[in-house]
Structures are given as C-alpha cells and as structure tokens.
C-alpha cells in the first residue's frame, strides 16, 4: 500500500515553477527543484514523473492560470476595447525594466531543442487557445462599433499575440518601460487604424 504524500503537490509545483522560470529548463536540475522545495528526488519521480514530465505539470499549472486571467480580463466591463487594452499593457512589468520577469512558456519555447514534443504540444494548444479568446474579444469590439469594421479578427489577434510574444522575448534584454509602453500603445492602435486589404 503506498504511503500518502507528505507535501502538498500544487505548494511544489509553484516552487517548481519559480526555479524553472528563474534558470531555464535546461539550467534547471532536479537538485535546484529538491533544494527549493524540500522534496527528495525519489519523492519527486513518484509524483510528477521525470524533469521533462515536471515541467510539463508545472507548464500545465502555468497555462491554466494565464488561461483563468486573459478570460477574465477580456470579459471585464466597460467594453472589449478598453479590456484588450488593459490585458495587453498588463504585461508592462514583465516585459521591461530591471525586474522583467518574461514569461515561463515563451522561454520554454526559446528552449525547444531541449524540450519533448509533448510539452512542445502544449505549448502550441496554450497558444492557439489564447489566440481564440483574444480573436473572441476583438469581434465583440467589432459589433459594438469599437474597431475598425474591415478588420479580420483572427488576423489581428495573431497579430497582437506575435507582438506580445516579441515583447516578451526582448524582456531579456530589460527594456525601458516607457519606451516599451509606447511601443505597445502603437501595436494596439492597429486595431483602430488598419486600412482594408487591397488587391
């Protein structure tokens, strides 16, 4: 009869995620996880897996939580517009200045000659889903007559996931967030401004 966990699983792959985030998937050794959560390596195995299936556990709780916010984001009052607006510019802290943080999923992604297709697959699935709730949101501000009603929404959303993602590739570099706010103010405003396709 197996023996009942003595840790809580979701208290260590929040730790996890911390230590992966912070070093990279491949800087990352079992060692640093049992050093920051206190779990021995055999309990680990046991648990999750090895370190390809703990990272997909911890991409999987990391997904799942910036899946829960963008959907609640775009959903907030007063209208599509100004929840775009506020969902994309909220990721300001993580794209620039001396604390830029990025994001766990896009330095996964940097990382892909390290990484398993299953957690590649994962990748892709989180990324098509939150291109469909942001292609969602740009309709609805479409028929309430706040963007530009030649506009394609899938194209654009694609367009905003892309620019978000390169925002978040350059946080390595830790940007100015003036400059950087700037640059995302321009990115939006292709919502209101595109010219209909030609040709």
Known sequence: MARPRSFDADEVLAKA????????????????????????????????????????????????????HMKSSLDKPPSPRAAIRDWF?????????????????????LEAASLDAAVLDAIHVFDAREEKLLEAAIRR????DEFAHHLDPKSAAQHLMATQKGF??????????????????????????????TG
């Open 17 to 68: 995620m911390q230590v992966f985030w912070a070093k990279g998937y491949t800087a990352t050794s079992l060692d640093d996880v049992t050093a920051a959560t206190g779990v021995n390596k055999p309990s680990l195995y046991a648990a999750f897996g090895d370190k390809q299936a703990l990272f997909r556990h911890v991409l999987d709780r990391y997904h799942a939580m910036l899946l829960a």
């Open 89 to 109: 510019l909220g990721f300001l802290p993580s794209c620039s200045g001396p604390r830029a943080t990025g994001c766990l999923s896009v330095n996964a992604t």
């Open 141 to 144: 501000g479409i028929k309430a």
């Open 168 to 197: 978040l590739v350059l946080s390595r570099g830790h940007p100015a967030p003036a400059a950087t706010r700037r640059a995302m103010e321009q990115a939006l405003s292709a919502l209101d401004r595109a010219a209909p396709p």
